[in-house]
């Protein structure tokens, strides 16, 4: 199976602040990369997909870029609303994975 | 709106079948661009893919290590899938979402809300 690994597996960080996640595959995956935001008690959001393309409704400060193996979540300025869990999931082969999640709070 | 819903026991003893349902309005399971998934979350941990299918009922994508455990079915008729894990033990005891996946991207565009099943005697 293809592992995962995100970077960092938490941080902290202010309203405002650019924030950077990456995502690390153990194979080549071209750019079958997901991203998805969780909050607490909530179903995860699609934001990003194939790598670097913002899904319909997810505000323009979220970026993704990457492909191959390396892959980068880029949250432009944080705003409140943004303080969750972020995990990356890849879907160029099965079983489809997903990383260990970055969880981002409020400095 | 697209809407799924999971329903089923929210308690299952150990050895014994995990039987869940999604219920999905606003769409049809019928459609060629989407199959049909579910994904696990034990608490305070993260995601683990299940597996995925299509209305036709062919199923995709499932872990080796779950895969001698796993059926998935649909039922056009209704509008809904089902997903059963037999043989369940504790380390089974996860929220388990039902989704859905675009064929175009590859990428989960629609989740249910989940629902909790503990695996306890």
């Known amino acids: 199976d293809i592992q995962l690994t995100q970077s960092p597996s938490s941080l902290s960080a202010s309203v405002g602040d650019r924030v950077t996640i990456t995502c690390r595959a153990s194979?080549?995956?071209?750019?079958?990369l997901n991203w998805y935001q969780q909050k607490p008690g909530k179903a995860p959001k699609l934001l990003i997909y194939?790598?670097?393309t913002l899904q319909s409704g997810v505000p323009s400060r979220f970026s993704g870029s990457g492909s191959g193996t390396d892959f980068t979540l880029t949250i432009g300025s944080l705003q409140p609303e943004d303080f969750a869990t972020y995990y990356c999931?890849?879907?160029?082969?099965?079983?489809?994975?997903f990383g260990r999640g970055a969880k981002l709070e409020i400095k | 709106q697209l809407q799924l819903q999971e329903s089923g026991p929210g308690r299952v003893k150990p050895s014994e079948t995990l039987s869940l349902t999604c219920t999905v309005s606003?769409?049809?399971?019928?459609?060629?661009?989407?199959?049909w998934g579910w994904i696990r979350q034990p608490p305070g941990k993260g995601l683990e893919w299940i597996g995925s299918?299509?209305?036709?009922?062919?199923?995709?994508n499932t872990p080796s290590s779950l895969k001698s455990r796993v059926t998935m079915s649909a039922d056009t008729s209704k509008n809904q899938f089902s997903l059963k894990l037999r043989s369940v033990t504790a380390a089974d005891t996860a929220i388990y979402y039902c989704?859905?996946?675009?064929?175009?991207?590859?990428?989960?565009?629609?989740w249910g809300q989940g629902t909790l099943v503990t695996v306890s005697s």
């Open positions: 194979h080549f995956i071209s750019s079958y």
């Open positions: 194939e790598a670097t």
């Open positions: 989704a859905r996946r675009a064929v175009v991207g590859r990428k989960i565009d629609s």
């Open positions: 299918m299509d209305y036709s009922g062919n199923t995709y």
């Open positions: 999931q890849q879907s160029y082969n099965t079983p489809y994975t």
């Open positions: 606003g769409g049809s399971i019928s459609s060629s661009s989407y199959y």
